[in-house]
């Protein structure tokens, strides 16, 4: 019989962490494994590997930060699926997901803590070691947030490191004059990348500032912006009071799989990153990189040679790499073939899914013989 899993996830939108659960997914084996996903928040579309089962995929419609009927549902949910394991996704799915578990003694808990934020609060720290007692394991991405996960008090035993694992993507054939077509961009255009929540920490307006930069010196660079969240009614304001509505365009929620290969540079502008998988990704498309220089970054860039680093808010340092990588299409062409070489062996799919498998048939095996 297979082994049922419940993967709880606080909301499918298009962020890095919905994208590891999909890949998860979609390479797990179904005779061995069988995957159930739960979303916390109701979501207009479901990924494409959620759609083609849909009798799979569950959403609990949760409204406001904390919500009593919801977990009530994921109760019932639960109650309704029996799984052997409950693997949680993110802090909302932590917190709802494993606080539901407790009732269902025969179920392995697993959560997924991709978090290291600057400053968080007591209460959710005091959450996360409470819940830890209770779970079997608690993967992270990387030594970086299994560090910060120390300082925050959770047990050295239960944590595990996986990393995350990227796909191959390809360029679509005739994406790129469509998508140009649509956003009404000049065919000979210059793209520029950059994806994820539209929060404070992404800081998106050191990217619409380098742009600004850029416009002055060069009449063919366009910025796409693949995200939303609580800034992007803010950064949309701060686009038009700077008047570069016609060179920074932002597609919201939208599926960025298409979009990625295209692309001629991707930013990551960010002050704080647990695990830039929207950076792996791109990289592993074969798109040359621009990024800040974090800590979690340097397992991906090494500047000069497989991408650019500057410092947090550095703006013209991210106009100015981005100049020389458009003007010498020979360097862009090497640091990318770099950069893909990189990611993919440093993010490696099959690795992360092997992982996973190897842990889940670990409990499985405990249990069996706890019989």
Not at 149 to 178: D, N, W
Request: proline fraction near 5%; charged fraction near 20%.
């Amino acid at each position: 019989m297979a082994t049922r899993v419940l993967q709880i996830i606080g909301s499918l939108d298009f962020g890095g962490t919905t994208r590891q659960l999909t890949q998860l997914v979609k390479q797990l084996p179904a005779d061995e494994f069988e995957t159930h996903v739960c979303s916390l928040r109701q979501i207009a579309t479901a990924p494409a590997v959620l759609r083609q089962n849909p009798t799979r995929f569950t959403t609990v419609n949760r409204t406001r930060s904390w919500d009593p009927s919801a977990l009530i549902r994921l109760g019932e949910n639960v109650r309704r699926l029996r799984p052997d394991i409950i693997h949680t996704w993110d802090f909302d799915a932590n917190t709802y997901g494993r606080a539901t578990a407790l009732g269902f003694h025969r179920c392995h808990l697993i959560a997924s803590d991709r978090r290291m934020a600057v400053a968080e609060g007591f209460h959710r720290r005091w959450i996360d070691r409470w819940l830890a007692r209770y779970t079997q394991r608690i993967i992270v991405p990387n030594d970086h947030v299994r560090n910060h996960c120390l300082a925050c008090g959770l047990p050295t035993s239960k944590l595990e490191v996986i990393r995350g694992g990227v796909p191959h993507r390809k360029q679509l054939k005739g994406h790129r004059k469509k998508l140009l077509h649509q956003l009404g961009i000049p065919p000979h255009a210059r793209l520029i990348g950059a994806s994820g929540p539209m929060t404070w920490d992404r800081r998106y307006k050191d990217l619409v500032w380098a742009t600004e930069i850029l416009k002055v010196i060069r009449k063919d660079v366009h910025l796409l912006i693949i995200g939303d969240g609580p800034q992007s009614s803010q950064l949309r304001r701060f686009r038009d009071q700077v008047q570069i509505q016609d060179r920074v365009h932002l597609l919201g929620d939208c599926d960025p799989d298409p979009i990625l290969p295209i692309l001629d540079c991707y930013w990551l502008g960010s002050s704080c990153e647990s695990m830039p998988y929207e950076l792996a990704e791109v990289m592993a498309a074969g798109v040359p990189v621009v990024a800040t220089n974090l800590p979690t970054v340097h397992d991906l860039i090494v500047h000069g040679e497989t991408g650019y680093l500057v410092q947090v808010g550095h703006r013209a340092g991210f106009s100015s790499w981005t100049n020389v990588l458009l003007n010498d299409s020979v360097l862009a062409q090497r640091i990318a073939e770099a950069g893909q070489k990189q990611a993919l062996m440093r993010y490696n799919l099959q690795t992360m899914v092997n992982h996973h498998m190897a842990l889940y048939r670990l409990l499985m095996r405990q249990t069996a013989e706890n019989l």
